[in-house]
């Protein structure tokens, strides 16, 4: 079965990809429950996996994350003895591997892709899988990224804490392309799949080894798209057809402070991907402890702000998955 992971920054038209993608015949891309992101900080609490005991309660605990998910796995049981029997060791990253493929097997898919974008950061460990992973390197203005974030529910809310993160995630996505080549990192704008989808798609297609079908093009009107709309807010635009001048809104929509900020933190990796910087004449440069301080406050003011602003109906859609968080590292804080 081949193993498809999206790399990058979240915001960057990530879910638009893994509808298209999700519309091909024998291509599993279900709604990231971000397994690895969230569990791998918190594996000293399961002790030494080695013990069965330790592997099952870890095994339990992921399958409940991924049951309580906003985008529900529609179709798939998740049977924890099933999925102890076929980890080849008893690791996360095989409990993961396991978990989606019995996801893709439930569709009849032999291609399954994770679109956790942040699983940058375990590129390492990812390499330990004995048939190994292709990359998609998805990548977006890192401007319009940062303004999308703003508006999210999830994430960093300050410009520099976002432009940090983007230029962390996009360097390190850069060097697995390097490191590995063309043949295992396959690189899409997200400018590129706005202005000729299709074209990107059969490139796509290709490099995964995917047969491309207009269907595709029709991933607004799935079921899947619907549900993920239905699930919150910052999905709404998944039920929309390509919106082509989704690009560029930071000119209109970002202050000139936080642009200079921005470019200012990760404006030479902006130029490296191939996007102008609107500041031509600056340069990045290190900020100072106090300013940095001043921007986290601002950073932990903005987050809790968003948070009192959110939909009963959108708290309650995570509740499940953050309760479930909060009692294992209440384990960890324990041992």
């Not at 999206?6 to 915001?11: E, H, K, L, S, V």
């Not at 508006?151 to 962390?168: D, L, N, P, R, S």
């Not at 899409?188 to 297609?205: A, H, M, N």
């Not at 009192?308 to 804080?333: C, G, H, I, N, Y």
Request: hydrophobic share 40%.
């Amino acid at each position: 079965m081949v193993c498809i992971q999206m790399i990058g920054t979240q915001r960057s038209g990530s879910n638009l990809l893994r509808l298209m993608l999700n519309q091909l015949k024998g291509v599993s891309a279900p709604h990231p429950p971000h397994i690895l992101e969230r569990f791998m900080p918190l594996l000293p609490a399961y002790g030494d996996l080695n013990v069965p005991g330790n592997l099952a309660q870890l095994v339990e605990d992921v399958c409940l994350l991924v049951e309580y998910n906003p985008v529900p796995w529609a179709g798939v049981l998740l049977d924890r003895k099933v999925i102890i029997d076929r980890v080849t060791s008893p690791t996360l990253i095989e409990i993961t591997r396991v978990i989606y493929e019995i996801k893709a097997e439930s569709e009849g898919a032999c291609i399954w892709m994770c679109k956790s974008m942040a699983n940058i950061r375990y590129a390492e460990e990812l390499e330990k899988y004995a048939e190994k992973p292709l990359y998609l390197h998805l990548f977006r203005d890192g401007r319009d990224v940062a303004l999308s974030f703003k508006k999210a529910i999830v994430g960093e809310k300050h410009i520099y804490h976002i432009a940090k993160q983007w230029k962390t995630e996009q360097e390190a996505s850069i060097k697995l392309r390097e490191l590995l080549g063309p043949e295992r990192v396959i690189q899409v704008k997200y400018e590129d799949l706005l202005g000729r989808p299709q074209t990107v798609l059969e490139e796509l297609c290709s490099f995964i080894g995917a047969e491309y079908s207009d269907e595709a093009m029709e991933y607004h009107q799935s079921s899947e798209s619907k549900e993920t709309a239905n699930s919150g807010l910052m999905w709404q635009n998944v039920v929309k057809p390509v919106l082509s001048d989704n690009h560029n809104k930071f000119l209109k929509e970002l202050s000139e402070e936080d642009i200079l900020i921005f470019e200012q933190v990760a404006g030479d990796t902006l130029e490296k991907l191939g996007y102008k910087k609107y500041f031509r004449n600056e340069n990045e440069r290190n900020f100072t402890p106090e300013e940095i301080d001043t921007f986290s406050e601002i950073n932990h003011k903005m987050k809790q702000e968003v948070r009192q602003q959110l939909k009963p109906e959108d708290l309650l859609k995570r509740k499940a998955q953050e309760e479930l968080l909060r009692s294992v590292t209440s384990r960890m804080s324990a041992l």
